[in-house]
């Protein structure tokens, strides 16, 4: 029997080679596996909530969904795309921390396959580039298991590197560039500006080395390439600033995205490199930090070695994807000064891993050429894997025990760290039920109230602190107290100095306790 012209065996024969065509390859179900795994174990973790950055992060993005437009009615420093991803999960999914949960997994889990993905393309053999990916699990997450606009951008710079490894770097390399670049810019400005003039120094670099190889390229031409990557990377952060500039307005954009970070920030956030501070020395435990601390200094003194030994070889392509990957990890790093602590420097080994991967390849080819050990490489994978596996386990088991008290909040559920945390929370959402509405002000800074409770701050801030933002801003959010008559505050003593702080005045002359239980961190207005 025929159909329109072919027979059974025919159609069967094409049926056949259409399925064989779209069968994934082996690296497609690699990549599958490891972000698989990765989504599982981190939605494993417990449902702990931030008090602090995490819970900065989810409210503003809460607040946005609300219709609160950014820099007009919230005060806040970084550029506004991973907000508006948030709120949009929030939109989907609801407004809850499992929403926020998940969407990180998601976030990790697609870093893991570009870790892999990345490096392959640098010439890393599949075992190696796996345990690259997993160990990320150990020296990233772990460091920082919170949701944040960190491990938005920690994607999006390993996205770039396996763009930037690309051979040759064509227009449509340089579109993708530009694009990454420009959402890495609208999601953390102080990210995407030192990234954006390392992929420059790129283009420029591997021109010279195009001429070194007889491979003129002229001025024009390099120009229309930095043009292209430029003209996509400004046009896509533009666009999603101007979302908010037409509400907002252009000198709150500027005051808070730049004058800020440059100022009240920088003057008042500052850390040593690799430094383990008290209030995060208890995440030290999941990660490593001798490693993040010398693991980027280290390879890129290698780097710069082997980029020496390789400008004496006769052939231009030794060189390889080495200047790329050396410049891109130069300015990963510069991308991360301004507050260099262990879990900055986590924030980066997205891309670390990837040209650690590639330097232990290049040191594992050599070893292997000099000795006889057999299948040294897939040793050292083997080995590097089976500590991460031990090492994210204890980390798991670890969170469990810390975070073992589940309640039902108007955030769903929420892990609580200790029987007092979980307490205070009761207490806030009881006076909260008791009052006209539930407007409260947490002073200087505990955020997660305003989500667990379902509370509405009516000031521009969640974050104040004397320095580090300026007298007209308290001034501000007095008169909104005031205006408001709110009528809950928490007064938490952390970074508060009692005899200059004008926060602190003007909260003892018009509030009182209302919870000597809780140490009076829990106040009530006067009138």
Request: proline share 5%; with cysteine; hydrophobic share 50%.
């Amino acid at each position: 029997m025929e159909m329109s012209g072919f027979s059974g065996f025919e159609v069967s024969y094409v049926a056949a080679m259409s399925l064989r065509r779209f069968r994934p390859g082996t690296e497609a179900m690699i990549v599958a596996a490891l972000s698989s795994a990765t989504f599982v174990y981190i939605y494993s973790w417990p449902q702990l909530l931030g008090t602090a950055d995490e819970a900065h992060f989810l409210y503003q993005s809460r607040e946005i969904l609300a219709g609160r437009v950014p820099y007009r009615d919230l005060f806040e420093f970084y550029t506004p795309l991973s907000f508006f991803l948030m709120a949009g999960a929030f939109a989907l999914f609801g407004v809850k921390l499992a929403t926020a949960k998940v969407f990180m997994a998601l976030v990790h889990a697609l870093t893991v396959g570009l870790v892999f993905k990345a490096g392959r393309r640098v010439g890393v053999r599949r075992s190696l580039a796996g345990a690259a990916s997993i160990l990320y699990l150990v020296i990233g997450p772990s460091a920082w298991p919170y949701a944040s606009p960190h491990w938005i951008a920690a994607c999006l710079l390993v996205a770039l590197l396996f763009v930037l490894t690309k051979r040759p770097l064509e227009k449509k390399s340089l579109v993708w560039l530009g694009l990454l670049t420009g959402l890495l810019t609208a999601t953390q400005q102080q990210v995407g500006v030192p990234i954006a003039i390392g992929i420059g120094l790129v283009l420029i670099a591997e021109s010279l080395l195009d001429r070194r190889a007889g491979q003129s390229t002229s001025v024009r031409e390099l120009t229309q390439r930095v043009g292209m990557f430029a003209a996509t990377a400004v046009g896509t952060t533009s666009a999603v600033l101007l979302t908010v500039m037409i509400s907002a307005g252009p000198m709150p954009l500027f005051e808070q995205l730049v004058l800020h970070p440059l100022t009240g920030y920088r003057s008042n956030i500052q850390a040593d490199w690799g430094v383990v501070q008290g209030l995060t020395q208890w995440l030290a435990f999941y990660t490593l930090p001798a490693l993040l601390r010398v693991l980027s200094p280290g390879l890129l003194a290698i780097s710069l070695l082997r980029l020496v030994i390789a400008s004496r070889a006769p052939l231009p392509s030794a060189f390889g994807n080495l200047p790329a990957q050396t410049i891109h990890l130069f300015f990963c790093v510069c991308s991360v000064l301004y507050y260099p602590d262990f879990i900055h420097l986590a924030f980066i080994s997205s891309v670390v891993l990837v040209v650690g991967a590639e330097t232990m390849e290049w040191a594992l080819a050599r070893l292997e050429a000099m000795t006889s050990v057999p299948r040294l490489g897939a040793l050292v994978s083997l080995t590097l894997v089976l500590l991460s596996i031990a090492r994210l386990s204890a980390t798991r088991v670890d969170l469990h025990d810390k975070f073992h008290l589940a309640h039902e909040t108007a955030f769903g559920w929420v892990d609580f760290q200790s029987e007092k945390h979980r307490q205070f929370f009761l207490d806030v959402s009881s006076e909260l039920d008791q009052s006209r509405d539930r407007s409260l002000f947490c002073y200087p800074v505990y955020t997660s109230l305003y989500l667990t409770t379902g509370a509405h701050n009516p000031t521009r801030h969640v974050v104040m602190r004397p320095k580090y933002l300026s007298t007209a801003a308290y001034d501000e959010a007095i008169r909104t107290l005031d205006a408001e008559r709110v009528q809950t505050l928490v007064l938490s003593p952390v970074f508060l100095d009692i005899d200059s702080d004008p926060m602190y005045a003007y909260v003892m002359r018009n509030y009182h306790c209302a919870n000597a239980s809780s140490n009076c961190l829990l106040y009530r207005r006067n009138d």
